[in-house]
Nanobody
Framework: QVQLVEAGGGLVQPGESLNLSCAASGNIASMPIMGWYRQPPGKQRVLVALFYSGNQTTYADSVMGRFTITRDIAKNTVDLQMSRLKPDDTAVYYC???????????????WGQGIQVTVSS
């Protein structure tokens, strides 16, 4: 069993930056995929960014060029650096990991409890 704990959320004004961190009870370096999803108020949970064990990354079009996902092996965290934040970035952000997967789909996944990010003036 893996526990994921998000930290770093809060209230910021448009145009500002914020960094999120996801700490895992397991060894992040051994996890094939880690990432971030978000769920805006009244909307479905959607992908934000993924970090693959081979150091590849994937970003949603809505955050491309503004958000960066990184893995910090020393701290055993996966982080999300967010810049030029917009009101539409307001959401609950969830850390996510895939421990096992087939060639086509994940078969063992875990989620954090979520952390609020609010972008408002």
């Amino acid at each position: 069993q893996v526990q994921l704990v998000e930290a770093g959320g809060g209230l910021v004004q448009p145009g500002e930056s914020l960094n999120l961190s996801c700490a895992a009870s397991g060894n992040i370096a051994s996890m094939p995929i880690m990432g971030w999803y978000r769920q805006p108020p009244g909307k479905q949970r959607v992908l934000v960014a993924l970090f693959y064990s081979g150091n590849q990354t994937t970003y949603a079009d809505s955050v491309m060029g503004r958000f960066t996902i990184t893995r910090d092996i020393a701290k055993n965290t996966v982080d999300l650096q967010m810049s030029r934040l917009k009101p539409d970035d307001t959401a609950v952000y969830y850390c996510y990991t895939v421990l096992r997967l087939t060639t086509s789909s994940p078969i063992e996944t875990y989620w954090g409890q979520g952390i609020q990010v609010t972008v408002s003036s």
